[in-house]
């Protein structure tokens, strides 16, 4: 399996970005898909994450994220709306066989797209 996200890039503050990851690959391997973030010197944390088939969806703990999948482009995306400064971050795209908040739980990773939130 292959990911490679991209969309990042620098907003102001109270903007919007949509990250996209494309897969390729054996992706009938991995049925969950989710993003994380590494603000520099911090560990890589939870975003969001979504069953493949859409039955279930995780968020960290903000509203401002949205993530959904496109089955026939194999793409996932994470819509982000009302970005804060606090938002700036190598946002990385995995996917794994179950649907966790855990980066142990994917197997899979992309190469990640910053995104940098001036104020």
């Known amino acids: 399996v292959q990911l490679q996200a991209s969309g990042g890039g620098l907003v102001q503050a109270g903007g919007s970005l949509r990250l996209s990851c494309a897969a390729s690959?054996?992706?009938?391997?991995?049925?969950?898909v989710g993003w994380f973030r590494q603000a520099p010197g911090k560990e890589r944390e939870f975003v969001a994450a979504r069953e493949w088939s859409g039955v279930r969806t995780y968020y960290a703990n903000s509203s401002r994220f949205t993530i959904s999948t496109d089955n026939a482009k194999n793409t996932m995306y994470l819509q982000m709306n009302s970005l804060k400064s606090e938002d700036t971050a190598v946002y990385y795209c995995a996917a794994g066989s179950s649907l966790s908040r855990d980066t142990l739980s994917y197997e899979y990773w992309g190469q990640g797209t910053l995104v940098t939130v001036s104020s």
């Open positions: 690959g054996r992706i009938f391997s991995w049925s969950a």
